[in-house]
């Protein structure tokens, strides 16, 4: 069973510009969450996906918004980037509603210049 | 405030020694408890999981975690440690005293390096 994909892996962008990230869950999954980890914040919770709905977010500014297709695939999109926007972010799955185990990508790398 | 600790920032191994990587956690109740480990530059690796039952649970890797209520800790050990479980470990909260869903909280982290 094929794992986590997330694309691209790595990726600059300019201050002002906005960014997607895309993150395709195991199959059968239906949540997908999203994190940021830098390494003055940690691993820190951005929001939730579930059967296309939102049911859950961080706190995190409006920039950062996210979607999630009726394949279970998942968008993850930060706007007016700032510096303080480079990290790796990180998408992980999950086959239930709630409580069940996560299962993680290999992240995308953002660095904003 | 609910939180995940992980005290050990750092932590330093001679390979064949015994490992044990604590984590404590400050929720009313008993959470769903996770470890996962992390190498440069990748993604989490689950390690292991508590959901309720047996205390201690075995994961992959060889390694084990032992779910103490009474001192709201799930401590990660592993009996002999190998030079490839250099890493940064993950202990981490979820369930519904999280937030709901799937969402995690994640401790701080603690970055095993071990030596030869």
């Known amino acids: 069973k094929a794992g986590v994909t997330q694309t691209p892996r790595y990726l600059i962008k300019t201050r002002g510009q906005q960014v997607t990230l895309s993150c395709s869950p195991i199959s059968g999954h239906r949540s997908v969450s999203w994190y940021q980890q830098t390494p003055g914040q940690g691993l820190q919770f951005l929001f939730e996906y579930f059967s296309e709905t939102q049911r859950n977010k961080g706190n995190f500014p409006g920039r950062f918004s996210g979607r999630q297709f009726s394949n279970s695939r998942s968008e993850m999109n930060v706007s007016t980037l700032e510096l303080g926007d480079s990290a790796l972010y990180l998408c992980?799955?999950?086959?239930?509603?709630?409580?069940?185990?996560?299962?993680f990508g290999q992240g995308t790398r953002l660095t904003v210049v | 405030a609910q939180s995940v600790t992980q005290p050990d920032i750092h932590i330093t191994v001679s390979e064949g020694a015994s490992l044990e990587l604590r984590c404590n956690y400050s929720y009313g109740a008993t959470p769903y408890l996770f470890w996962y480990v992390q190498s440069p530059g990748q993604g989490l690796q689950l390690l292991l999981k508590y959901f309720s039952g047996d205390t201690l649970v075995q994961g992959i890797k060889g390694f084990e975690a032992e779910f103490k209520r009474s001192q709201s800790s799930f401590n990660l050990r592993k009996p002999s440690v190998h030079w490839s479980d250099a890493a940064e470990y993950f202990c981490?909260?979820?369930?519904?005293?999280?937030?709901?869903?799937?969402?995690?909280?994640f401790g701080t982290g603690t970055q095993l390096k071990v030596e030869l």
């Open positions: 992980a799955s999950s086959s239930q509603g709630t409580n069940t185990e996560a299962f």
């Open positions: 981490a909260v979820g369930g519904s005293l999280t937030g709901g869903g799937n969402k995690l909280t």
